[in-house]
């Protein structure tokens, strides 16, 4: 930890990226009973990672590293709600131009004083989100699986579709699924752990246009014909990909895809009725 915390953020820093792997394999082995002492330094080592993540703008090996950590940390309760009730100390997030994505749904859109309150007041969730817009899909893919298990608190959820997070995730999926079904398979079990409600009141969390697109883009890829004629079209389009890739991609699609496209298209549509 100390490590973490002395290093400069500059390119290579190899010591610093061990720090983030050796930090990853130890927290993936961390059980689900947390102890109290156990809760702190998992606590500690979140601290100092928040610490650090704001000095990572444009090294994106040492935002990897970070973020794969929090994909371990956040599986835990305890560490969420420390995360949500900190962040806003730790880190300072704002508003930016750039980010056209919030949805409007509320007054505090065309107030930036307000929206930038808000966005502070959730700013490893913001981070988080905008993350999501990262060039790299490794960066996309362990983004995923942090917001996967934020998602898993109610309380995560409405923030996620104001900050944006939601129209994201309907791009990413319309980006990634044809050719890389794990990163649209993340993007499905995020989207089922947010509209995952015991009053059936999913059609209240999306906007009408966004759930006829997602409605529109989880039909046509779960169409085995199509999927079938766009593994053929990507294998006669490649230079390396062999015959057996087929096998591998139609194994993937239906494995890490299509039960969680399926189960999402039957609970929206249920609740659009």
Not at 171 to 196: M, P, S, V
Not at 221 to 230: K, M, N, P, S, V
């Amino acid at each position: 930890m100390d490590a973490t915390d002395n290093q400069s953020i500059g390119e290579p820093n190899e010591l610093l990226l061990n720090c983030f792997a050796c930090l990853n394999n130890l927290t993936y082995y961390i059980k689900q009973e947390l102890t109290d002492q156990s809760v702190t330094k998992q606590c500690e080592i979140a601290e100092s990672l928040l610490r650090v993540i704001m000095k990572t703008s444009g090294f994106q090996d040492e935002f990897l590293g970070i973020i794969r950590v929090f994909g371990n940390l956040t599986r835990h309760t305890a560490i969420r709600q420390w995360l949500t009730n900190n962040s806003s100390r730790l880190l300072q997030v704002k508003y930016s131009s750039l980010f056209n994505g919030i949805s409007p749904i509320s007054s505090i859109n065309s107030n930036i004083t307000e929206l930038n309150n808000l966005i502070q007041q959730n700013a490893f969730l913001y981070l988080v989100i905008q993350a999501l817009d990262s060039p790299r899909p490794d960066i996309v893919y362990s983004t995923l699986g942090v917001l996967i298990n934020l998602m898993t608190d109610l309380d995560q959820r409405p923030m996620l579709r104001i900050m944006g997070g939601l129209s994201k995730l309907i791009e990413i999926l319309r980006d990634f699924a044809g050719h890389d079904w794990e990163l649209a398979g993340l993007t499905c079990k995020t989207l089922w752990n947010y509209t995952e409600v015991v009053d059936n009141s999913q059609g209240e969390m999306f906007d009408q246009e966004l759930m006829n697109e997602l409605l529109s883009l989880l039909t046509k890829f779960t169409d085995a014909e199509l999927i079938e004629q766009i593994h053929k079209s990507l294998l006669s389009n490649s230079l390396v990909a062999e015959s057996d890739c087929l096998l591998l991609w139609e194994s993937t699609w239906s494995n890490e895809f299509l039960p969680f496209a399926n189960e999402l298209i039957y609970r929206l549509s249920n609740a659009s009725q």
